[in-house]
């Protein structure tokens, strides 16, 4: 008889997400006449930007020309689009990454998610709480994180770092010493980023550590202020302790037509000099055939003088949305965070409400659906996520709606 991956089973309860979805259609059901508006999830609502859109459709006509037509991408990218991340991404900013040090994937969930696999089943690995669900989740699946107390919801084998107002939602170096440190910025959930002074000391710590940082720069678009480093490669010695994930999904609107890489320099190596660099191709070579032509044929148009600004149009757009909320939240006496390098707004639930009493309270009195802070992990017991990705007219009318509680 089959026996399946016993890890799987020990993932807890449903996905954040579907037990707001099934919440929020029960409350609906009760009340059909009710307008409902969703702040809560983290995809964009703004169409593909006109420079993509003629550049989709030039790529779709080049699939149909027998002399153009393309086959199987390679499997770590098309070299058009390495050549411009690294020129636009990196050395731009003065920054050393090659493009064969780049592999193009379908998205940051995946990378983040996937990247894990090429690592000792033994490590241990270090987490923010609250976190993206994705990075512990998938160390369950590989029976890296130990049991889990559902009194607490800690995983045994876990280190947490807890993000709160009492540190800034900034990390602190944790006792034990991980050799895998999972770092987002700027946050999901939390908003909130590290300037490079802080971001270069979890560098020093991992090369003198032996560790290897996982930096999630999903959001790296929507940094606003000087001092907040855009890639982690900006601080000295990165190159030697530092995968860095990137996504088109919220710089360029391509939640639903999937584009993202991973950067890992080759100077990331064991004593023995295995390079993270190689494993990572090989695994691509083995598992990935690659991201299609015309979504990177589209990626590339991202980087026209043309998609640089309407891109820059689309941010612009969220973050006028999220100044709304947050001033708008504060000047209701809310306790408010994040929302200003990042697209998320990150409040203090009122009188001590648990994260899920304010989901109920804010839905049923406001009709505003948000994310309980306690589903990105127990540090986030006591607060709620609200996205900047809903259009304007919502936007204001929800914290119109709150206002007026
Ligand atoms: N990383 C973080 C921190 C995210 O919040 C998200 C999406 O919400 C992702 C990665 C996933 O990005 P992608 O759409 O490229 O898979």
Known sequence: MFRVNEDYLKLPGSYLFSTIAKKVAAYQEKNPDKKIIRLGIGDVTQPLCPAVIK????????????????????????QFLRDIIAENDYKQRGVAIES??????????????????????????????????????????????????SATGLWSDVIYMPCTAENNFAPEFPKETPDLIYLCFPNNPTGSTITKDMLQEWVDYANKNGSVIIYDAAYEAYISEENVPHTIYECEG????????????????????????????KDIQTPDGVMLHSLWARRHGT????????????????????????????????MNNASYIYEGLKSAGYTVSGGVNAP???????????????????????????????????????????????SYENTVEAIDRIKAL
């Open 55 to 78: 550049r989709l459709h030039e790529a779709v006509d080049e699939m149909a020309d027998a002399k153009t037509f393309k086959g199987y991408a390679p499997d770590l990218g098309y």
């Open 100 to 149: 064969d040090e780049i592999f193009v994937s379908d998205g940051a969930k995946s990378d983040s998610a996937n990247i894990q696999e090429i690592f000792a089943k033994e490590s241990k690995i270090a987490v923010c709480d609250p976190v993206y669900p994705v990075y512990v989740d998938t160390n369950v699946m590989a029976g890296r994180t130990g049991t889990y107390d």
């Open 287 to 318: 598992k990935f055939n690659g991201a299609p032509y015309i979504i990177q044929a589209a990626g590339a148009a991202v980087y026209s003088e043309e998609g640089k600004r309407e891109t820059k149009e689309q941010i612009a757009y969220y």
């Open 344 to 390: 998320y707004i990150w409040l203090k639930t009122p009188d001590q409400m648990t994260s899920w009493k304010f989901f109920d309270y804010l839905l049923e009195t406001a009709n505003v659906v948000g994310t309980p802070g306690s589903g990105f992990g127990p540090s986030g017991e006591g607060y709620f996520r609200l996205t900047a990705f809903g």
């Open 238 to 265: 990165a190159r030697s302790c530092a995968i860095e994930i990137r996504s088109f999904s919220k710089n360029a609107g391509f939640t639903g037509t999937r584009l993202g890489f991973t950067v890992i320099p």
